[in-house]
């Protein structure tokens, strides 16, 4: 699960604080443990987790927020909401806190995994939607999907930024994959613990990268994406100024993106085991069948048996949830 010796340590160090601030509970968690990277989202992410079900597909529901270095009221707004709060002294991005509370989760005895965004731009109502096909056993990871569901925003070049990473990963992974940065996903607890995860951010690509090459069967189904109504984004910020321009950022986000979800491929590719190069352009498109039309929405979601293997080698060094 770990790519550096000095990432386990800080995690080990959390989560032994963890334990000790919440006692019994935190080693006997509900069946779907819903975890939360958060950085400085005062004012969003308490009504996020107040929104949050308390029971999904049948199965109770327990919060679990990992607070990446915040130096706001985040920690504080969190647990008067009502989640576990894990808070970690340093920032080191989405990518390292979702590894953690992944952790957190399965070492707590969740059966399942959801995750979702701390600034309320994905919606609880459709939790049920994108873990019902792992619960059912015909998926092991399940992501939604903006362009099977539908999106808020008008920025035309991150839509036309989803559509190149949905083709550049399909094509690498030899599967077909139409949304690889959809941050609703739910997954069966014990994949968390058999990919190795050392992105500080930028992870969504090396998670799914990682559990396709592992042979993990991963569905997608239709989802909404709405625009952020509190803070900004904190994804691909100059790393110079740090200066929030939509197009510099855009740009820094997607060279970064590309950087993190080649490598992933290209070290899961000379793992042993791994299942050879990636099918040609002709033949990625690959097994599709479908996987149960979601609740009447959407033009249903898509299913693939992922039987390849492949994988990458990155490492960025950017921070920030």
Sequence with gaps: ????????????????????????????????????????????VGPVIEALPAEVCGLATVSIVVADGCADGTVAQARAA???????????????????????????????????????????AEIERVLAPVVAGEADFVT???????????????????????AMISMLTGQKISDTTFGLRAMR??????????????QAS??????????????????????????????????LYRLHIPGVNNF???????????GTWWRERQRPGSAGPALSAAEWTGPVESVARANGS?????????????SAR???PAKRT
């Design 1 to 44: 699960m770990y790519g550096h010796p000095e990432d386990r340590a800080i995690d080990d160090a959390a989560v032994m604080a963890f334990g000790q601030g919440y006692g019994e509970p935190a080693t006997r968690l509900a069946p779907v443990a819903i975890v939360i990277a958060a950085y400085n989202e005062e004012g969003a």
């Design 206 to 239: 090396e998670l799914l990268i990682g559990v396709i090459t592992h042979g993990y069967k991963v569905a997608e189904v239709p989802a909404t994406i709405h625009r952020r109504r509190v803070g900004s984004s904190k994804k691909g910020q100059n790393p």
């Design 189 to 202: 607890a014990e994949v968390t613990g058999t990919v190795q995860l050392e992105q500080p951010q930028y």
């Design 144 to 166: 939604g999907s903006r362009r099977l569901g539908s999106q808020e925003t008008k920025d035309l070049i991150r839509r036309a930024g989803v559509r190149f990473f949905a």
């Design 298 to 310: 959407g033009p249903g979601s898509v299913e693939t048996s992922a039987t390849s293997a492949r």
């Design 314 to 316: 990155p490492a960025d």
């Design 252 to 262: 820094f986000y997607g060279l970064r993106f590309a950087r993190v979800a080649y």
């Design 82 to 124: 009502g989640a576990m709060v894990c808070d970690v002294p340093v920032n080191r991005g989405q990518g390292a806190a979702l590894r953690l509370g992944y952790r957190l989760a399965r070492e707590g005895g969740a059966g399942y995994i959801v995750t979702t965004d701390a600034d309320g731009q994905y919606s609880p």
